[in-house]
């Protein structure tokens, strides 16, 4: 079974950026959408970006988009989050996640901490 490993997360001030980087362990990766969503202490987790098989097409959610970059890489595997003007409202844990759509997602990865200090 396909894993989904994140790296890249860490502490940055208010209006850094971090490249958030998600590894798949399978072979069929290229024909997936692939998403990242966050989970804030105390919130639900939420939808923050998606792109389609071919990465030709791309999907944000509202309060990222302009900020934040989804793109990846089928021939590494690997799904990238770069993240610019960082606020600390975007403190959280971040996931990626392989699905068959831009908002349908059936697997996991263990995530990794985002933290933005004031």
């Known amino acids: 079974q396909e894993q989904l490993v994140e790296s890249g997360g860490g502490l940055v001030q208010t209006g850094g950026s971090l490249r958030l980087s998600c590894a798949s362990s399978?072979?069929?990766?290229?024909?997936?959408?692939m998403g990242w969503f966050r989970r804030s202490p105390g919130k639900e987790r939420e939808f923050v970006a998606s792109?389609?098989?071919?990465?030709?097409?791309?999907y944000y959610a509202d309060d990222v988009k302009g900020r934040f970059t989804i793109s990846r890489d089928n021939a590494k595997n690997t799904v990238y989050l770069q993240m610019n003007s960082l606020k600390p409202e975007d403190t959280a844990v971040y996931y990626c996640?392989?699905?068959?759509?831009?908002?349908?997602?059936?697997?996991w990865g263990q995530g990794t901490q985002v933290t933005i200090s004031s």
């Open positions: 399978g072979r069929t990766f290229s024909s997936y959408f």
């Open positions: 996640a392989r699905g068959s759509s831009f908002h349908f997602f059936t697997s």
């Open positions: 792109i389609s098989p071919g990465g030709g097409a791309t």
